[in-house]
């Protein structure tokens, strides 16, 4: 079974700084492009930031400039550094991928999401 495990979620103050790691694990034969998105209480799930396996990314207007999105192949990891956090960052963050189990067998998989909290 593939998994997706997040960290780096927590509380942090408006202004401040946070970096969220993802990892798949299990029988994989390959990831295309992996992400973020993030849902705040009563609303939809939206995109944070995309990235393509050959390094092509994607951003919500709302985190340009701001966040950055990193992806480590090699070790099947996506990183999202946040900097200048602000209020309306606050949500539940979720690792996203699209995999390829087998070479013909391609789904979408969500990690269990990680709370972060920007509050004074």
């Known amino acids: 079974q593939v998994q997706l495990v997040e960290s780096g979620g927590g509380l942090v103050q408006p202004g401040g700084s946070l970096r969220l790691s993802c990892a798949a694990s299990g029988s994989i034969f390959s990831i295309n492009a992996m992400g973020w998105y993030r849902q705040a209480p009563g609303k939809e799930r939206e995109l944070v930031a995309t990235s393509t396996r050959l390094g092509g990314t994607n951003y919500a207007d709302s985190v340009k400039a701001r966040f950055t999105i990193s992806r480590d192949n090699a070790e099947n990891t996506i990183t999202l550094q946040m900097n200048s956090l602000k209020p309306e960052d606050t949500a539940v963050y979720y690792c996203?991928?699209?995999?390829?189990?087998?070479?013909?067998?391609?789904?979408?998989?969500w990690g269990q999401g990680t709370q972060v909290t920007v509050s004074s």
């Open positions: 996203n991928a699209e995999i390829r189990v087998t070479p013909t067998a391609k789904s979408d998989y």
